[in-house]
């Protein structure tokens, strides 16, 4: 039995886990392929990855996977007036960052171009493709309605040795872009408008960014497509619902070149996955990025690959995320909550526990000695032991958090007010005594002071207080940038070509304080290490940030799926 035989035995008896997964099982049981299955991504580099394109990647790749089959990537790089190496390099980076990684598999439409060419000699020579000599409007004119059916071309009659030299000739250059087209000969007549004679080449004077100007004539899309697949021997083509009225277009070609690929692989649409509260259109994306709206396509309020990976999002998160949802038949909204919550999930039993002053209040701790510094162990992941614990300096001089403080306190209010005791994390208890002011009245620190029989450990239980602080040794801290990212959009139903952004994008959506401490532990980070603030959230090391520089730590998500209470100063 060889390799393919031993995959289908050891498949068959499982069916999928989602209904394309059923699909490949049924053909597997068939033997319709005598080879393994095979799917495959094809983005066209003209962008950068985004979560949408992470749910088309998982079903794809976690299809190849269960089968024990074989996954690839390709660049369909079939259009050079919009594709560049920068989008390969960054959706290679992005497959690999989120756990999909192709190996070896890595290909380019590009890469087939002269056969894709001879094949279409074939299929001029039996009578399949012929120049079309109409201008771009009456070509579209000539398509007719939804309603009506279209009118043939004048050309289509050419015979097939008038169209190979044409074809030739429009190959040589001897043509402007938009002077002549080739197109299939299916039927003007065909309900499905992708089936009237559409166009399967074009005429682009323009240089590719891999091929040079090797060409000047590149297959559409939906015919190199079919025939990219073919040659890779892909086995079943999932793509998003979009491209369902295109599958007729896509067995027409292949059922045409069948000499060629007598076991053609079959295409199957699942529904597109949409996010709340995320752009995912790529033209949108370019926009925002290109007219300076979003600091670039790593935008930690974009849902880009790049974007979710500098907010601290993990692959873990994402994969749990992915395939919590599962795969649907037709289009679907899932809440961006939902990918918050396998976030923090993943998070809080990784992310060490750190203390950070976002907004510091100086403390004068009046009855504990001058010059004295005494270490205090805290733990590091309440979650998890395992992570162990850590040391950090006390002494007369501390930082809280301006917001554990009120002079006068609402109710409820059970922090640091005159008079009140609270418990530092695994310090001692304090009582405020004093507030110092400014000149202007502004507040400038408070005054408390400490009991020394609170001091038990990590295990003081003892005595009771309503409230437990994070706080800092004043003189131990680093200086540190807080980014707060939210949703980028406060309305979400964009549409057409001319869009004000202006009105669209939230002004609270990024959020930055300037003048945060935390511990002087995190000396040694590197951009993306996670770690929990205390009462604050999730938070990651920039990935713009350079050691050396004054650290930036992006929030990544809250505790709790609670309303992003900071403010713009």
């Not at 990784?350 to 510094?373: D, F």
């Amino acid at each position: 039995m060889d390799s393919f035989e031993s995959a289908r035995a050891a498949t068959a008896p499982e069916a999928g886990v989602n209904f394309l997964e059923r699909i490949i099982t049924e053909d597997v049981g068939a033997g319709i392929y005598h080879r393994p299955i095979c799917t495959r991504f094809p983005p066209e580099p003209n962008g950068y990855l985004h979560i949408g394109s992470l749910y088309a990647v998982n079903i794809n790749y976690s299809a190849a996977k269960h089968f024990n089959g074989v996954f690839n990537l390709r660049l369909d790089d079939t259009n050079p007036l919009k594709e560049d190496m920068e989008y390969v390099n960054a959706i290679i980076e992005d497959m690999q960052w989120a756990g999909y990684d192709p190996g070896e598999n890595i290909f380019y439409g590009s890469d087939y171009f002269q056969t894709i060419y001879e094949l279409t000699l074939r299929l001029i020579e039996n009578g399949l493709a012929f120049v079309c000599d109409l201008s771009p409007d009456e070509l579209r004119e000539s398509r007719g309605t939804l309603t009506a059916p279209g009118v043939d071309s004048p050309y289509r009659g050419r015979s097939a040795a008038e169209n190979l030299k044409l074809f030739q000739e429009m190959k040589d250059g001897k043509f402007a872009p938009g002077e002549k087209v080739l197109r299939a000969k299916i039927d003007m007549a065909s309900p499905n408008m992708n089936m009237r004679d559409p166009a399967i080449y074009r005429i682009l004077n323009a240089e590719h960014y891999r091929a040079g100007n090797a060409w000047r004539i590149y297959p559409m899309y939906d015919y190199a497509h079919p025939i990219q697949d073919a040659i890779e021997d892909v086995t079943h083509s999932m793509c998003s619902l979009e491209f369902k009225d295109h599958r007729p277009l896509y067995e027409w070609v292949l059922n045409a070149l069948r000499f060629a690929f007598p076991e053609p692989p079959k295409q199957r649409e699942f529904g597109r996955m949409n996010i709340t509260g995320a752009i995912t259109g790529k033209r949108y994306l370019r926009q925002l990025v290109n007219e300076g709206y979003v600091e670039g396509w790593d935008d930690p309020r974009l849902p880009t690959v790049k974007g979710l990976r500098r907010r601290g999002f993990t692959p873990e998160a994402i994969h749990h995320f992915l395939n919590e949802i599962g795969v649907a038949r037709d289009m679907s909204t899932v809440d961006i909550s939902m990918l918050e919550h396998c976030l923090r999930e993943d998070l809080k039993s990784k992310a060490p526990t750190v203390m950070a002053a976002l907004e510091p209040l100086p403390v004068v701790i009046t009855n504990y000695p001058e010059g004295q510094t005494e270490m205090m162990e805290v733990e590091n992941n309440v979650e998890n032991p395992a992570l162990g614990s850590r040391k950090l300096p006390f002494s007369r001089h501390i930082l809280v958090e301006r917001e554990d403080f009120m002079e006068v306190p609402a109710k409820g209010f059970h922090r640091l007010y005159p008079g009140n005791e609270v418990r530092l994390k695994g310090a001692y208890f304090i009582r405020c005594t004093d507030v110092i002011k400014n000149a202007d009245g502004s507040l400038r620190e408070i005054h408390c002071t400490y009991d020394p029989a609170t001091r038990s450990g990590l295990n003081f239980t003892e005595r009771k207080v309503k409230a437990t602080l994070h706080w800092l040794e004043a003189n131990h801290t680093l200086p540190a940038r807080v980014n707060f990212y939210s949703r980028l959009l406060t309305n979400e139903n964009i549409s057409g070509e001319e869009i004000r952004w202006d009105d669209y994008i939230d002004p609270q959506s990024k959020i930055v304080l300037e003048n945060c401490q935390v511990e002087e532990s995190l000396s040694s980070v590197r951009p993306e290490d996670k770690f929990q603030f205390i009462r604050h959230g999730y938070f990651v090391v920039d990935t713009r940030w350079e050691p050396g520089a004054k650290l930036i730590f992006n929030r990544i998500v809250a505790l709790k799926d609670t309303k992003n209470k900071i403010k713009s100063k």
